[in-house]
């Protein structure tokens, strides 16, 4: 590797990891990705590329306007460690012996990695940073509440003293700090450790696509139809639920019925690419990419949010978060 690629390096942020994607890849190490390049034309276009060129955006997760040394902080120091781990642990689930031989670390990672795929996503942190912009720091008292967290010493009255004195990157500090908060929730990583973990085998003529929106789950993780769903290769995939009667009742049909099923709730919900291990999908993708997206965990946070802030001052519990 080159000095200069190695300098760039910290620029490559993968929304979806490489040990993840090349899961797809075929004999020539290369998979996939549909997309719509042309944001005037319908038409999907199959492109073959290896696992390392697709699947991220430069600077994706940086704070710009602070120093290069602190801007990606958010992607060496979290992302980048949560995905190694993560894929420690892939490799793990899909020998089947996850539960006896999988270190507490390994366990931790997988939740981790799993709660990232539902918010890291490029349209996840263009939305993201738009709320904290515009939506949760736009009232004094929220304004108040983080002046108050961060130890600065001042003396502000009105909304621009302390956007001022926050700084002009406080924003983006404030939506990565957020991003990373939720990732780490002990009461979801509880939830989701709690569940039943399985890897089931597909073999047949139908795989598995992934895409920028590749996780499927329920929007509670206690009841008793409690679920994740993640495909981890064309012909593999991770299912976790609260019970084993759940479970069966999801995988327990025709395997291509259960494929299929999965493929378009991935597609349908894909914002800009989707990936697999050959073009044979390009008529399945072209027909379903983005055409009945459900309502995002990130979106459901902020309609949770704005209530909050909806509140009397007196009773928001946010103010002291």
């Known amino acids: 590797m080159t000095k200069e690629l190695k300098q760039n390096e910290p620029n490559k942020h993968h929304f979806l990891p490489v040990f993840y994607l090349k899961e797809w890849a075929g004999a020539d190490g290369r998979i996939v990705q549909f997309s719509r390049p042309n944001p005037n034309d319908e038409r999907v276009k199959p492109l073959?590329?290896?696992?390392?060129?697709?699947?991220?955006?430069?600077?994706?997760?940086?704070?710009?306007?602070?120093?290069?040394?602190?801007?990606?902080?958010?992607?060496?120091?979290f992302t980048r460690p949560v995905d190694t781990d993560a894929a420690a642990a892939m490799r793990r689930l899909m020998t089947g012996k996850f539960d006896t031989n999988a270190t507490p670390k390994e366990g931790v990672a997988w939740i981790k990695f799993l709660l990232s795929l539902m918010m890291r996503m490029p349209a996840d942190i263009k939305r993201l940073k738009h709320y904290v912009k515009y939506d949760w720091f736009s009232d004094l008292p929220s304004l108040q509440a983080a002046f108050k967290r961060s130890g600065m010493e001042g003396n502000p009255q009105t909304t621009e003293d302390y956007l001022k004195?926050?700084?002009?990157?406080?924003?983006?500090?404030?939506?990565?700090?957020?991003?990373?908060?939720?990732?780490?929730?002990?009461?979801?990583?509880?939830?989701?450790?709690?569940?039943?973990?399985?890897?089931?085998?597909?073999y047949g003529a139908r795989e598995f696509l992934a895409s920028d929106r590749p996780l499927i789950a329920s929007v509670g993780m206690n009841g008793p139809k409690a679920h994740i769903i993640l495909p981890i290769g064309p012909h593999r995939v991770f299912i976790a639920t609260k019970t084993e009667q759940f479970r069966r009742q999801l995988v327990d049909k025709r395997p291509w019925d259960f494929v299929a099923k999965v493929n378009t709730y991935i597609v349908n919900n894909a914002t800009d690419y989707v990936y697999g291990s050959n073009g044979a999908a390009l008529r399945f993708v072209q027909k379903h990419m983005g055409k009945l997206r459900e309502e995002t965990f990130l979106e459901r946070i902020n309609k949770r949010r704005m209530a909050e802030i909806a509140k009397p001052v007196s009773e928001r519990v946010d103010l002291n978060q």
Do not use: D, K
Request: aromatic residues 8%.
């Open 48 to 77: 073959r590329r290896h696992p390392s060129a697709v699947g991220y955006i430069n600077r994706l997760y940086a704070v710009e306007g602070l120093p290069e040394t602190v801007a990606n902080l958010f992607e060496t120091e």
């Open 165 to 202: 004195l926050l700084g002009p990157t406080f924003h983006e500090r404030a939506a990565m700090t957020a991003l990373s908060g939720m990732m780490q929730v002990e009461t979801a990583i509880r939830a989701i450790g709690q569940l039943q973990w399985t890897v089931s085998n597909f």
